[in-house]
């Protein structure tokens, strides 16, 4: 018997807009689509409570990674106990990001690299230069790039190296 191989799809539940949250973030990332749209039946109405023919489930992949909008209704919502991580090469791919998942978001939940958008998810905008400076040998130096980053909201590239170095 051969295993076969594991597939994650994370699945994100929405209050009646997965379809505008799908064509939001296929917008922001590069090699992403929308998959497929499946909508509501009249079947199980009693239990659904949503509208036949409205969406219900919408498939995304956001450069390759699979992702479900699920039209579930108000009884959930997004909080920053979970959140998805960019790996930024560079400042301008730290702007980018910030800018497009923070435009009409909550300002109050921006801290330390963490963005949340107009859906209420939460996305930490990070540095690949911020992982190797808290990773480094030079414990000192790693404090006193931790310490600028709690200071800031958007990450800043130049800001953690000149404190890194002291």
Known sequence: MSLSKLKLTTCLWFDGNAEEAANFYTSVFPNSKVLHIQ???????ELHRQEPGSVMVVEFELDGHRFVGLNGGPNFKFNEAISFQIDCANQEEVDYYWAKL?????PAKQQCSWVADR????????????????????????GR?????MHMKKLDIAELEKAFRG
């Open 119 to 142: 859906f209420g998810v939460s996305w930490q905008v990070v540095p690949t230069a911020m992982k190797d400076m808290l990773a480094s040998e030079d414990k000192a130096a790693a």
């Open 145 to 149: 790039a931790m310490e600028a980053m």
């Open 102 to 106: 923070g435009e009409g978001g909550d």
């Open 39 to 45: 909508r509501y039946l009249k079947n199980g109405q």
